[in-house]
């Protein structure tokens, strides 16, 4: 009876943590990790067009920062995301990164 009450408990817990968290926007194609808004990011029309021969995903489809660098074979570098507004967090968090690195080395 205790026992079935725990497991009971334990599936009400889980099911609440589940209707807690955010329903996701899309998943990546590659690892189906959920993606939300603030992870969309954009790069250049060429990279992405490598990124996905390299992965075999249609054109709508999204791959999260970590499986586009897995595809490509290198970490994304600044230079490849867009200049578009989307970018703007990655660019601002790359930069205090450099920062960071900069003081370390002083
Ligand atoms: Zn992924």
């Keep these: 009876m205790l026992?079935?009450?725990v497991v009971s408990l334990g599936r009400v817990r889980h099911e609440l943590a589940r209707l807690r968290r955010p329903k996701p926007d899309r998943v990546c194609?590659?690892?189906?990790e959920p993606f939300y808004g603030f992870d969309l990011y954009m790069v250049s029309d060429a990279l992405w067009q490598d990124i996905r021969t390299r992965a075999g995903i249609e054109s709508?489809?999204?791959?999260?920062l970590h499986c586009a660098s897995?595809?490509?074979?290198?970490?994304l570098r600044l230079e490849d995301f867009s200049p578009a507004p989307v970018?703007?967090?990655i660019r601002v968090a790359w930069w205090f990164a450099m920062q960071a690195r900069e003081k370390n080395s002083e």
């Design 3 to 5: 026992r079935a009450l």
């Design 29 to 32: 194609a590659t690892c189906g």
């Design 70 to 75: 897995l595809h490509l074979g290198r970490p």
């Design 60 to 64: 709508d489809d999204v791959v999260c």
């Design 87 to 89: 970018n703007r967090t």
